[in-house]
């Protein structure tokens, strides 16, 4: 399954909503879409899991959904320390597979 | 606090193999999750390489299968990555990573180390 990510960079300011979009090239089963959160020299961060699910710790201004082949992560309100990569990765089918990211950048 | 940490040569010949273990320390290998490693090409995304499970029974990309194996050390709480036939294209921060064993559902990788740099160079 092939993740496509858009925009690939989104530049925007801190209180701002962010929408990140993930179009897969065939549907996702049972929404075992996630997203990553990664700043510069760190691991990738587990934010969403099943779609909509928020992991462990995660802040509610990062919401995700969608199912079939269309996902979105909406960062409501962003913090400065939110700028940084987000990639989704699908765990339905293997081969795992990751999007290409979008940059979230002021 | 279960942390996973990387270690290996960050600098291995074209040809020869590359060889990276990840030990598991705040936790037992022998847990129910799969033992992951993924990999991040330079100004590209992840790539999903393969996992194992504590007892055996690894799976991996079909891209990378003629040339990887990951295997598990329950002794020393590690496991471990080999890369055959390593070119230039291989170059990359390797993360070793685990995911919670499927039951009536399955999530994602939950936990990274914080990767190496491998170079391959002559």
């Known amino acids: 399954i092939v993740l496509t990510q858009s925009p690939g960079t989104l530049s925007i300011s801190p209180g701002e909503r962010a929408t990140l979009s993930c179009r897969a090239s065939?549907?996702?089963?049972?929404?075992?879409l996630a997203w990553y959160q990664q700043r510069p020299g760190q691991a990738p961060r587990l934010l969403i899991y099943?779609?909509?699910s928020r992991a462990t710790g995660i802040p509610d201004r990062f919401s995700g959904s969608g199912s079939g082949t269309d996902f979105t992560l909406i960062i409501s309100r962003l913090e400065p320390e939110d700028f940084a990569m987000y990639y989704c990765?699908?765990?339905?089918?293997?081969?795992?597979?990751f999007g290409p990211g979008t940059k979230v950048d002021i | 606090q279960v942390q996973l940490q990387e270690s290996g040569p960050g600098l291995v010949k074209p040809s020869q193999t590359l060889s990276l273990t990840c030990t598991v320390s705040?936790?037992?290998?022998?847990?129910?999750?799969?033992w992951t490693w993924i990999r991040q090409l330079p100004g590209k995304g992840l790539e999903w390489i393969g996992y194992?499970?504590?007892?055996?029974?690894?799976h991996y990309n079909p891209a990378l299968k003629t040339r990887v194996a990951i295997s598990v050390d329950t002794s020393g709480n590690q496991f471990s990555l080999k890369l055959t036939s390593v070119t230039a294209a291989d170059t990359a921060v390797y993360h070793c990573?685990?995911?919670?064993?499927?039951?009536?559902?399955?999530?994602?990788?939950?936990?990274w180390g914080q990767g190496t740099l491998v170079t391959v160079s002559s």
């Open positions: 099943g779609a909509s």
């Open positions: 990765h699908q765990y339905s089918s293997s081969p795992f597979t």
């Open positions: 990573a685990r995911a919670p064993v499927c039951s009536s559902d399955c999530y994602p990788f939950d936990n």
């Open positions: 194992t499970y504590h007892n055996g029974y690894p």
């Open positions: 705040g936790g037992s290998i022998s847990s129910g999750y799969y």
């Open positions: 065939q549907s996702v089963s049972s929404s075992y």
